[in-house]
């Protein structure tokens, strides 16, 4: 079984840089896929923050940014503001489970 | 503008049926992979299904396989999920999403979502 493991919650004062980790756990290392990560603000559908691993669709601020290293990626958000209060997913392909796997979710919490 | 619009959902009993449809808008919808993802009641997203442009490949996660059909009709800008035998565990707001590229993923646009309830 392949998983995208994230940190249930993470939190920053203001002004702050924070990171996101999204690690994929699989008992065979296949193909590697880009990871999308996603924000979704509270009661409203998932926002595309970032794709293939560093790219920012038009209109995300560049406060938003993605990296990934081997089985691991990361969103970081720099300059926190109150508005980036929200649940963050990873997603990416896993090709033996042929379809597309989200990460648990994290919550951030702006201090 | 890209809009994605769900219908469909609703209440239904466990073992029941229930078809969601999604109208799109906005731009060329036979030319774009199109998802279903789920997301219950205060629980993460989940992928649910994919279809190609021309409804030739489709995919499903496992726990859904045999009893949910996905199907899209591009004369109409619509996509379909027909749900069949559900569960309490399907209850769920469901999503329809455009596929940026391909059936891999990302998802650039979402509709605003249709809740699913089913009672046991």
């Known amino acids: 079984q392949s998983v995208l493991t994230q940190p249930p919650s993470v939190s920053g004062a203001p002004g702050q840089r924070v990171t996101i980790s999204c690690t994929k756990s699989s008992s065979n290392i296949g193909a590697d896929y880009d990871v999308h990560w996603y924000q979704q603000l509270p009661g409203t559908a998932p926002k595309l923050l970032i794709y293939g691993d560093n790219n920012r669709p038009s209109g995300v601020p560049d406060r938003f940014s993605g990296s990934k290293s081997g089985t691991s990626a990361s969103l970081a958000i720099t300059g926190l503001q109150a508005e980036d209060e929200a649940d963050y997913y990873c997603?990416?392909?896993?090709?033996?489970?042929?379809?597309?796997?989200f990460g648990g979710g994290t919550k951030l919490t702006v201090l | 503008e890209v809009q994605l619009v769900e219908s469909g959902g609703g209440l239904v009993q466990s073992g029941g049926s229930l078809r969601l449809s999604c109208a799109a808008s906005?731009?060329?919808?036979?030319?774009?992979?199109m998802s279903w993802v789920r997301q219950a009641p205060g629980k993460g997203l989940e992928w649910v299904a994919n279809i190609k442009q021309d409804g030739g490949e489709k995919y499903y996660m496992d726990s859904v396989k045999g009893r949910f059909t996905i199907s899209r009709d591009n004369a109409k800008n619509s996509l379909y999920l027909q749900m069949n035998s559900l569960r309490a565990e399907d209850t769920a707001v469901y999503y329809c999403?455009?596929?940026?590229?391909?059936?891999?993923?990302?998802?650039?646009?979402w509709g605003q979502g249709t809740l699913v309830t089913v009672s046991s």
């Open positions: 906005g731009f060329t919808f036979s030319n774009y992979w």
């Open positions: 997603q990416s392909y896993d090709n033996r489970l042929g379809g597309v796997l």
């Open positions: 999403a455009r596929d940026r590229v391909g059936f891999i993923g990302p998802n650039d646009y």
